[in-house]
């Protein structure tokens, strides 16, 4: 199953907001709160490639109060 870190910054004051709305993600397996440049993390996974591309690309940027992402892939060796 591909596999993606998101690293977010929330627009202020929205980090409460925009963590709710990850952990109801059904492809979001876990968020987390940071201190420090970014305002949280999440790891996603889906079934296939195409699926983790199309959360990446339209349902994150659609999320309301996120700011700025950072997205890492994780590969296999």
């Given at each position: 199953?591909?596999?993606?870190f998101?690293?977010?910054?929330?627009?202020?004051?929205?980090?409460?907001?925009?963590?709710?709305?990850?952990?109801?993600?059904?492809?979001?397996?876990?968020t987390?709160?940071?201190?420090?440049?970014?305002?949280?993390?999440?790891?996603?996974?889906?079934?296939?490639?195409?699926?983790?591309?199309?959360?990446l690309?339209?349902?994150?940027?659609?999320?309301?109060g996120?700011?700025?992402?950072?997205?890492?892939?994780?590969?296999?060796?």
């Amino acid at each position: 199953m591909p596999e993606a870190f998101i690293l977010i910054k929330t627009l202020p004051a929205r980090e409460m907001d925009v963590y709710q709305v990850l952990q109801n993600h059904e492809m979001v397996v876990e968020t987390h709160a940071l201190y420090g440049e970014f305002d949280l993390l999440s790891r996603v996974s889906a079934e296939n490639q195409k699926d983790l591309t199309r959360i990446l690309m339209t349902e994150f940027s659609q999320i309301s109060g996120i700011k700025e992402t950072r997205t890492l892939i994780a590969v296999d060796y």
